[in-house]
């Protein structure tokens, strides 16, 4: 007969010096309740950045500069655009340095998004 034991399982920590920040990233078409994501990424920006995002270190360096709050990214439109009622619907769900993330916002149409979020990288994508 073998030997029979039980064997106690440690909760894990976190070794990293670094809160965690790992975001995924989408734009989709809204048809009323309903939003078909045409395209998303990831994002994890510590310890470096990195993802399927096509520019992780700048959307790394544009959140940072707003403290992960992704209100701060957006504003009244730059540049004219078409009354044309085509909703667009843009998220970001994750982590933002160890805090919870679930953001969304509405536009009238695509270039109303692009006005909105002038030069910046994060929903560069």
């Known amino acids: 007969m073998g030997a029979v034991g039980v064997a106690q399982a440690q909760p894990v920590q976190s070794t990293s010096l670094y809160a965690p920040s790992a975001l995924v990233l989408s734009v989709g078409k809204s048809n009323g309740a ?20 096509p520019s992780p270190t700048a959307a790394c360096a544009d959140l940072l500069a ?3 709050e992704f209100t701060q990214l957006t504003t009244p439109p730059q540049r004219s655009c078409t009354r044309e009622w085509d909703p667009v619907v843009i998220n970001a769900n994750g982590v933002w340095q160890g805090r919870s993330v679930s953001w969304s916002a509405t536009f009238s149409n695509a270039c109303e998004m692009q006005a909105s979020l002038t030069e910046g990288s994060v929903f560069g994508f």
């Open 34 to 53: 309903a939003v078909t994501v045409q395209r998303a990424v990831t994002l994890s920006c510590a310890p470096r950045p990195s993802g399927t995002h």
């Open 66 to 68: 707003v403290d992960g």
